[in-house]
């Protein structure tokens, strides 16, 4: 492992690292269920990036890594399809999609 | 020979039990009566058919050159394979016991089918409740028995074993709504089921040591100065000889492992044969419908001890003649047994408590005889023993069909309900009569023989054996006769007002009673030492019938039966003087010696009260505290930390970031340390 590739790779990891960190925040503090889906998809990208990143730079001749995040990609979309559907469904109950008010499943 | 009729023999009982046990609801009750009697009628065909194929048709399957009865199996199929060598198999081993044994228990079974259909009504001809249940029963306990004596290996006779112990539970209990018989019903499977705890015991030893369940294979015996006692190849004829070979040092408490194992097994058939002091369900027995104590507890399954015993008889020879005690333990058990139980019979009320003792001590006869039973004799022991067996299946059955007639007519079981019935039952009376003579040994009654010859291998063996055996049988007739007297003499007949007076029962029952009459009767004559003996040799018992013996025997029985006549013919205060002039004997045998409140002392005072309560002290408070403290732990720290479980997400995703940021420090921190 050499100099230029840690340099060069961790330009690619620094943005990502600020992504996943604005997508927990995000995750943390909104209220809006739609905003928190967002935040997510944004944390599933970072991740995604860095699939990428490290396939690139650590094992330049295979395609493991990028595969992955194709796969990551899809699976994503469906998910956000479904959360979707719950995010709707939620608001036909309670008129309401903000996420402190859908506190009913406890002890 | 074929294997389809011996297969079928076991097959029709089974079935029969199967069909009416599962339509028979849906049937009347007469006609159920009359498929159960006909069914076995054609199981007595097909047994007979078989014996006589055995005994006479000659065939080099069944009898060798030299004249000997083999042993012959007819068809073994392999049931449970557990390994290369645990194989359980069931199967039709035909040998002199086991054919002879098929002609007793189907003779008294169909008898016992045809008599109860007019015993198993009132006297206005309406069946009795769960009328086709008993016959299905019946059938079940047919089929049990018909397997257990036929079986080829030793775990096949311990299943049918427990299935006749099962059937005699539900048949026991068939009055299912009398409190007395329920206890009866569970009295008598619990203390055999105890004996067979013995038994079970008893088989590992024996098949562990010898590497066979097989009876053919254990009991053939290649040992020096023995005989060999069925012809059977030398690789299979591995049984004993295994004992004695590699095992001859393994003992235990001073005994042989060979002894243990056969007294064990010994344990099993003092339970089902109810010898002293595993007697105690047999007179309870008797709640139950009394063609089945006629069936069950008087000619077949009681006496499945003394065919086990048989049944491995060459063992216990074998035994025997390496200085073991297992014959002995026979004798003695049988011998008090004898005793015991004719002394009792001598006090009780209740005239099916008198046959049941009766049954006991003629069991035991059978045991004794077995005991004494030795190769300087000839084992006349071992063919009287059998041939006791025949003879009392087929008069103690006719004494208790009889019993059965009487209890139907006076509707009662005491005696003393029933005095001076011998012109009222003139059948009933004649029958009776034929079976006392031939329990009490009078020529040329069934039992004369039998007992003869049982007395003679006595006094073969020991003279302190014949007198005790003698005494007995002197007690044998002066109960009998006692019995006899008190129900057909004594005084006239008084019947109640608006009772009718007792009179002899419809044809279904007085025809058993006859026929068996005749059997008890003309049976002692067969030439049985031609048919049954040890070793499958033919041994003629007349040539050598000690005239004396007989002489003596006979003599006894005369006077014992004059001595009942005297007390007994008619009314008079003879009785009660005798009972005044020892009054602590005769309370201890009308109290059959406190046996049942010595078993209730054990049970009651020390196994529940010192151990029982302790044990489950120990399970309530230690073992069910131990698993209730965890209980309890887990629910209170199930409350205490509910509150993270809020039902607001973003507070698990707070719980979740920092467990994974801590985990991760955590893994840093290590591979920083470690690496």
Same mark, same amino acid.
């Given at each position: 492992m050499n100099f230029e590739f840690e340099w060069n790779s961790i330009m690619f990891l620094i943005p990502s690292l600020f992504m996943f960190c604005c997508g927990v925040y995000g995750f943390l503090t909104r209220r809006n269920m739609i905003a928190i889906l967002i935040s997510l998809e944004l944390m599933l990208n970072a991740v995604d990036m860095n699939f990428v990143v490290f396939n690139r730079f650590l094992y330049p001749g295979q395609l493991d890594g990028m595969f992955f995040t194709l796969f990551a990609i899809a699976i994503a979309a469906a998910e956000t399809a479904i959360a979707i559907a719950i995010i709707i469904n939620a608001f036909r109950i309670s008129r309401d999609i903000d996420v402190k008010d859908l506190s009913k499943m406890k002890f | 020979m074929e294997a389809t009729i011996p297969v079928l023999i076991l097959a029709m009982p089974l079935l029969m039990f199967l069909f009416l046990g599962l339509f028979g609801k849906f049937l009347s009750p007469r006609v159920s009566g009359i498929i159960g009697t006909a069914g076995m009628g054609v199981v007595l065909l097909m047994c007979y058919y078989t014996a006589y194929v055995y005994f006479f048709s000659g065939s080099p399957e069944f009898i060798n050159a030299e004249g000997n009865r083999l042993q012959a199996i007819i068809c073994n199929v392999d049931w449970l394979q557990f390994t290369d060598n645990l194989i359980i198999r069931l199967g039709f081993l035909l040998d002199p016991i086991s054919a002879m044994m098929l002609v007793v228990i189907s003779t008294i079974s169909f008898m016992v089918h045809l008599y109860s259909n007019g015993y198993m009504r009132d006297h206005h001809g309406v069946y009795e409740r769960g009328f086709q249940r008993f016959y299905a029963f019946l059938a079940l306990f047919s089929f049990s028995m018909l397997g257990l004596v036929v079986a080829t290996n030793i775990f096949q006779m311990y299943i049918f074993w427990e299935l006749v112990g099962a059937s005699s539970y539900l048949l026991i209990g068939f009055y299912f709504t009398k409190p007395s018989a329920v206890a009866a019903s569970k009295k008598a499977f619990i203390v055999t089921r105890f004996a067979d705890l013995g038994f079970l015991i008893g088989i590992l030893v024996l098949s562990y040591y010898t590497g066979t369940f097989n009876f053919t294979d254990m009991t053939s015996v290649p040992v020096a100065g023995m005989n060999d006692v069925y012809a059977v190849s030398a690789e299979t004829a591995t049984g004993v000889f295994n004992i004695f070979q590699s095992k001859a040092a393994a003992g235990f408490m001073g005994c042989s492992v060979m002894t243990w194992a056969l007294v064990l097994i010994f344990m099993g058939g003092m339970g089902k044969s109810a010898m002293m002091p595993l007697h105690?369900?047999?007179?309870?027995?008797?709640?139950?419908?009394?063609?089945?104590?006629?069936?069950?507890?008087?000619?077949?399954? !009681? !006496?499945?001890?003394?065919?086990?015993?048989?049944?491995?008889?060459?063992?216990?020879?074998?035994?025997?003649?390496?200085?073991?005690?297992?014959?002995?333990?026979?004798?003695?058990?049988?011998?008090?047994?004898?005793?015991?139980?004719?002394?009792?019979?001598?006090?009780?009320?209740?005239?099916?408590?008198?046959?049941?003792?009766?049954?006991?001590?003629?069991?035991?006869?059978?045991?004794?005889?077995?005991?004494?039973?030795?190769?300087?004799?000839?084992?006349?022991?071992?063919?009287?023993?059998?041939?006791?067996?025949?003879?009392?299946a087929m008069f103690k059955a006719l004494l208790f069909l009889g019993a059965g007639a009487l209890i139907h007519a006076v509707g009662s079981n005491d005696y003393t309900d029933m005095h001076g019935l011998r012109k009222h039952m003139p059948?009933?009376?004649?029958?009776?009569?034929?079976?006392?003579?031939?329990?009490?040994?009078?020529?040329?009654?069934?039992?004369?023989?039998?007992?003869?010859?049982?007395?003679?291998?006595?006094?073969?063996?020991?003279?302190?054996?014949?007198?005790?055996?003698?005494?007995?049988?002197?007690?044998?007739?002066?109960?009998?006769?006692?019995?006899?007297?008190?129900?057909?003499?004594?005084?006239?007949?008084?019947?109640?007002?608006?009772?009718?007076?007792?009179?002899?029962?419809?044809?279904?029952?007085?025809?058993?009673?006859?026929?068996?009459?005749?059997?008890?009767?003309?049976?002692?004559?067969?030439?049985?030492?031609?048919?049954?003996?040890?070793?499958?040799?033919?041994?003629?018992?007349?040539?050598?019938?000690?005239?004396?013996?007989?002489?003596?025997?006979?003599?006894?029985?005369?006077?014992?039966?004059?001595?009942?006549?005297?007390?007994?013919?008619?009314?008079?205060?003879?009785?009660?003087?005798?009972?005044?002039?020892?009054?602590?004997?005769?309370?201890?045998?009308?109290?059959?010696?406190?046996?049942?409140?010595?078993?209730?002392?054990?049970?009651?005072?020390?196994?529940?009260?010192?151990?029982?309560?302790?044990?489950?002290?120990?399970?309530?408070?230690?073992?069910?505290?131990?698993?209730?403290?965890?209980?309890?732990?887990?629910?209170?720290?199930?409350?205490?930390?509910?509150?993270?479980?809020?039902?607001?997400?973003?507070?698990?995703?707070?719980?979740?970031?920092?467990g994974a940021l801590a985990l991760g420090g955590v893994t840093v921190a290590v591979i920083f340390l470690f690496c």
């Open positions: - | 105690i369900w047999l007179p309870d027995a008797m709640e139950g419908p009394t063609p089945v104590s006629a069936l069950i507890h008087a000619a077949t399954m !009681v !006496v499945a001890g003394v065919y086990l015993v048989a049944r491995l008889f060459p063992l216990f020879l074998v035994n025997a003649e390496f200085g073991g005690y297992a014959l002995d333990v026979v004798t003695w058990v049988g011998a008090i047994t004898a005793a015991y139980a004719a002394m009792v019979a001598c006090t009780q009320l209740d005239i099916k408590r008198v046959l049941a003792f009766s049954t006991i001590s003629q069991i035991a006869f059978m045991m004794v005889s077995l005991g004494v039973s030795r190769e300087e004799f000839h084992n006349l022991g071992y063919m009287a023993s059998m041939f006791h067996l025949f003879t009392h059948i009933t009376h004649i029958t009776f009569l034929i079976g006392c003579l031939s329990i009490a040994g009078i020529i040329p009654f069934s039992g004369f023989f039998s007992k003869d010859e049982i007395l003679s291998s006595c006094f073969g063996n020991s003279i302190f054996a014949y007198v005790w055996m003698s005494a007995v049988a002197a007690l044998t007739a002066f109960y009998m006769f006692r019995l006899y007297f008190l129900i057909f003499w004594w005084k006239e007949h008084k019947v109640h007002e608006g009772h009718h007076a007792p009179k002899d029962q419809p044809w279904t029952m007085t025809l058993p009673l006859i026929i068996l009459a005749v059997v008890a009767t003309l049976c002692g004559l067969i030439p049985f030492g031609n048919y049954v003996t040890w070793d499958g040799h033919p041994y003629d018992f007349m040539a050598h019938f000690n005239w004396t013996i007989a002489g003596i025997s006979l003599a006894v029985a005369v006077i014992a039966i004059l001595v009942a006549a005297r007390m007994y013919k008619t009314e008079n205060p003879l009785p009660a003087k005798m009972r005044q002039a020892m009054p602590r004997l005769w309370d201890w045998c009308r109290n059959r010696f406190y046996f049942d409140e010595l078993y209730m002392f054990i049970t009651h005072k020390i196994i529940f009260d010192k151990i029982c309560r302790p044990i489950a002290w120990f399970d309530r408070h230690i073992i069910d505290g131990t698993m209730d403290g965890l209980a309890t732990i887990t629910n209170k720290a199930s409350y205490a930390i509910r509150g993270l479980q809020s039902g607001n997400t973003q507070n698990y995703v707070w719980v979740y970031l920092i």
